[in-house]
């Protein structure tokens, strides 16, 4: 609604933003929420599969009207289909292929990111426990951990920070973060802007993060009309 | 041949007594062995220790175990969903303990168990508050927690089709734990959608062999996650 008058990218622009990066042939895991908006942005013609954590091994999208089956979910519980070539496995099954490098790529939620990585997406500061899912296990088995977020919280607060203040699902394995301002890589020197949303600047960003950033050759986010 | 068939759902479940640890299948709703869990509330156990996924979803299946009292300690990775409302009001109320452990971990945990292992180091949760206090061990270089074996004294899990040696096969994402608890209880209880013959299933697709299972009770196929009342 106000996010064209605020330049800030919609869920979708950032889901589709995120899309272009998952590479021909990765096997990719989406956390719940706005990752699993990513599959319908791949871009044609790029071989990606979704691993969904409960046993699922090339998720497709939702059924078309009629088409449901009530005993193929998705890890958010929603309906989901299966693509050819696809797999069942058991839940053991399931995390190894976390745990054991074989996932590509997780998208996943955060509340916080620190500037060296460190993901914090599974409990608030102030409760006493959270939902740890499978978050823990992907985030700390996968080659990369994405994390996609709105860049700061409602009341404008930070997420992407120095150190972090939330408790931690996994450290320092966050690579790189896409929000409704930014793309940023986590490396080694720091965390380096790469592109910004249309219409605004890369002080802007800095303005509202939390941790300097490098600004070597900021792009700009390509977006669709 | 050992007969594993029984007649009726008491048959099934008549031998969880008061306080046993349960292994119950499922996530979200495929794959919950929801006529074994109502056979189960039907006998008013109490004090039962159920492992599972989620914290239950509306009145039925886990959601009913809890409704009626019948729970003393849930172990899951996702207790806060917005449909385990049940659980949380129990939770809120002090009448139910809780330990969460990360999914992956409770899965490998079960199966350590099945495979009579005394536990395993994993990357998950390194440095978290799910590792406090917790072992830590370093190998080549990369940090690991310890994890002990999870056994249950009985798995409740939910099957697709079953021969008479009981060997089973499951059905899309409702295969989720029920393969991994079937391994790590003294007592595997299966509710089945279809029996078959002898044969029928074939060897190299059978996913449980029937070594794992002790008890199978036939339901035919439902509607998952209807509230209805047991038989």
Partial sequence: ?225 | MKNKKAKTLEDAVSRIQDGATLLVGGFGQPGVPEVLIDGVCDLKRRDLTIVTNNAGTGHSGIARLFEEGCVGKLVCSFPWAKESFVFKELYDAGKIELEIVPQGTMAERMRAAGAGLGGFYTPTAVGTDLAEGKETKTIDGKDYVLEMPLRGDFALIKAYKVDPRGNLIYRKTGRNFNPIMAMAADHTIVEVEADVAMDELDPEVIVTPGVFVDTYYITGWYEIGKERNAS
């Fill in chain 1, 1 to 225: 609604m106000s996010d064209e008058q605020t330049n800030l990218l919609t869920r979708q622009q950032i889901a589709a933003r995120a899309a272009q990066d998952m590479e021909d042939g990765w096997l990719v895991n989406l956390g719940i929420g706005m990752p699993t908006m990513i599959p319908a942005f791949i871009p044609k013609g790029r071989d990606v599969m979704f691993h969904s954590e409960n046993g699922l091994i090339g998720m497709g999208p939702p059924p078309a009207e009629g088409e449901a089956d009530q005993d193929l979910i998705s890890a958010g519980k929603e309906l989901v289909t299966m693509v050819s070539g696809g797999a069942f496995v058991h839940h053991a099954d399931s995390f190894a292929i976390a745990r054991g490098g074989r996932l590509d790529c997780a998208v996943l939620g955060a509340f916080e990111v620190a500037a060296n990585g460190d993901l914090c997406n599974w409990r608030l500061p102030n409760q006493t426990s959270g939902s740890v899912g499978g978050a823990m296990d992907i985030a700390a088995g996968s080659k990369r951990v994405f994390a996609m977020m709105t860049h700061t919280t409602r009341d404008g607060a930070a997420k992407i920070v120095a150190e972090r203040t939330y408790p931690l699902t996994a450290g320092g394995v966050v690579t790189r973060i896409f929000t409704n301002m930014a793309v940023i890589s986590v490396t080694p020197d720091g965390l380096v802007l790469d592109e910004v949303a249309p219409g605004l600047s890369a002080d802007e960003v800095q303005a509202v993060t939390g941790a300097p950033l490098i600004m070597n050759a900021v792009g700009e986010i390509a977006v669709a009309a």
